[in-house]
């Protein structure tokens, strides 16, 4: 058990460009969480995966953010046409049981869009 | 909606004094609530929860909070801190069954003095 991996840990990104963060579970865990954190401000929850399904999405994530969880191991998420209001830190975490009562967080990716 | 108020955004103390960090929640049935820990730059560390029973909860690193329904508060506490628990502390609510997503509180920067 080595924890939730997220990858790249920073990314820096010119406007207008797609970029795609990796986030790899604690293995076995069937329940994978994304959260957007920008700064002085606490997590907010984007989405969550049971397994392969996407089975919420917030309405932070817009039509340029897909997420995906194929096979229900690794997810990842990306962003399309990047805007500087997407700067900010992408945190992954999972869980095994239900609802996000042990969630285990990443370490988390940092974007920022110049 | 479901929603978490932490009314203090910056608190120092002195090495080896006490400590308490308020946290006010919004919900609709029984919450479960939960205290994280994130140091700069880097993901959160669940500290302690609650999910149901003795209202009086022990985390790691010496930390314990006592939910009072009353009040809907969940204040985080500690009888000495270190310096090492300098660190942004964020309250959050949500995560049973059939709602999967946490609601954070804008957290609560702890400055230690020597």
């Known amino acids: 058990d080595t924890g939730v991996s997220q990858n790249p840990r920073h990314k820096i990104t010119k406007r207008g460009q797609n970029v795609t963060f990796r986030c790899d579970p604690i293995?076995?865990?069937?329940?994978l969480y994304w959260y957007r954190q920008t700064l002085g401000q606490g997590p907010e929850f984007l989405t969550y995966?049971?397994?392969?399904?996407?089975?919420?999405k917030s309405r932070l994530l817009s039509d340029r953010f897909s997420a995906e969880r194929p096979k229900g191991s690794f997810s990842t998420l990306e962003i399309q046409r990047t805007e500087q209001g997407d700067s900010a830190m992408y945190l992954c975490?999972?869980?095994?049981?239900?609802?996000?009562?042990?969630?285990?967080f990443g370490q988390g990716t940092r974007l920022t869009v110049v | 909606a479901q929603s978490v108020t932490q009314p203090d955004i910056h608190i120092t103390v002195s090495e080896g004094a006490s400590l308490e960090l308020r946290c006010n929640y919004s919900?609709?049935?029984?919450?479960?609530l939960f205290w994280y820990v994130q140091s700069p730059g880097q993901g959160l560390q669940l500290l302690l929860k609650?999910?149901?029973?003795?209202?009086l909860v022990q985390g790691i690193k010496g930390f314990e909070a006592e939910f009072k329904r009353s009040q809907s508060s969940f204040n985080l506490r500690k009888p000495s801190v270190h310096w090492s628990d300098a660190a942004e502390y964020f309250c959050?609510?949500?995560?049973?069954?059939?709602?999967?997503?946490?609601?954070f509180g804008t957290g609560t920067r702890l400055t230690i003095i020597p």
């Open positions: 975490a999972s869980s095994l049981r239900q609802g996000a009562t042990e969630a285990f």
């Open positions: 293995s076995e865990h069937n329940r």
């Open positions: 995966f049971q397994n392969e399904a996407q089975l919420e």
């Open positions: 919900y609709g049935a029984t919450p479960y």
């Open positions: 609650y999910f149901s029973g003795d209202t």
């Open positions: 959050a609510v949500g995560g049973n069954f059939g709602n999967e997503k946490l609601t």
